[in-house]
């Protein structure tokens, strides 16, 4: 998924479509907490060169219907005509349809048009037969795009399949139930962050002392690489920052802590930048991730008292 003028793609589509049904849907951070919020999780690839995956948040879609009892399910075409014909179809009975396509190929996104390889989320909004173009829409754009254009984006997304995804908000809850329930994700997700996630973060930060010990080209890969993640999509600086938008009631400085965690994570990407130019040692580095793993465990253990300090 990409990432548009500070906006997760996936986040700002169910947000346009749901909050004609229950208005607390059109709220980025209602959609981020109810699809799980945040996470720390690192996935190593042993290449030749190593690589990780880092992640701020969780995607799920079953604990979106837990959460706001609106389905959410992704449909595989296997060509063109049926990918058509399902859109037509979703435009007559819905109005609109969700689907996944490549950036790459997109000619009115002019930051990414041939620059810039990623799944994006568009809606489809109507066809114009005069013109034979689609109406589509995204957190930065509404475009005419022509046929072509779409189903080729279509066709080259990551998973090299026509997809889209079918909402039924047949029950869907009530703004009061998804507050109540975004509340409870958020502290079990302190809980969780403590038992599990921190361990991971401990565990991350002999990766980066690893990156002194390393040839010169494969450190700078790297650094690069993990700077990338922690600024994309799904990566820490956006989910810290939408984690200061929603949180539970009366908890004191939250907010403004969350905004300071993010800015933190940012100073860190900005810094492996850095290092792989030979500007700034890797002391800074892993004295920026020590303030961070702090923060961290202090913002969580303080989410954890307030869930303490009600059962009581």
């Known amino acids: 998924m990409s990432v548009i003028r500070n906006k997760h793609c996936l986040y700002d589509s169910l947000g346009e479509i749901l909050k004609n049904h229950e208005k607390i849907l059109g709220e980025e951070s209602v959609i981020f907490h109810s699809l799980g919020g945040y996470r720390f999780q690192v996935i190593k690839f042993d290449n030749f060169i190593p690589s990780y995956a880092l992640r ?36 007559k009975v ?28 568009l809606l489809i909004h109507n066809y114009d037969r005069n013109k034979k173009c689609f109406i589509v829409s995204d957190s930065a754009h509404r475009a005419e795009i022509s046929i072509e254009d779409l189903m080729l984006a279509r066709k080259k997304t990551i998973q090299k399949k026509y997809q889209y995804f079918n909402i039924n908000t047949d029950l869907i809850r009530s703004a009061n139930e998804i507050k109540i329930n975004i509340n409870n994700q958020i502290i079990s997700n302190a809980e969780r962050f403590i038992k599990e996630d921190m361990k991971k973060m401990c565990e991350f930060k002999n990766e980066l002392q690893k990156l002194g ?45 969350y905004i300071k ?15 792989s130019l030979n500007n700034v040692n890797l002391e800074t580095i892993v004295e920026t991730y020590d ?6 465990r202090d913002i969580n253990y303080k989410l954890i008292k ?3 300090i009600n059962e009581n």
Not at 63 to 85: D, H, P, S, Y
Not at 261 to 275: C, D, G, I, M, P
């Open 56 to 91: 701020g948040n969780t995607l799920d879609f079953d604990l979106f219907f837990e959460n706001t009892g609106v389905r959410v399910t992704r449909i595989e075409e296997n060509t063109k005509e049926e990918a058509l014909k399902n859109t037509y179809q979703e435009l």
């Open 94 to 121: 819905k109005g609109f349809q969700m689907v996944i396509a490549n950036c790459y190929h997109l000619p009115f996104d002019t930051i990414n048009y041939k620059k810039n390889s990623d799944n994006h989320m």
């Open 213 to 257: 010990h390393m040839e010169k080209t494969m450190s700078k890969i790297l650094s690069l690489g993990i700077s990338r993640d922690l600024r994309g999509p799904h990566g820490v600086i956006m989910s810290r920052r939408i984690m200061s938008m929603t949180q539970p009631s009366s908890i004191e400085n939250l907010e403004v802590d």
């Open 261 to 275: 965690l993010s800015e933190l994570w940012l100073k860190l990407a900005n810094y492996l930048v850095r290092f």
């Open 291 to 296: 303030q961070i793993v702090k923060n961290e």
């Open 306 to 308: 307030k869930r303490c």
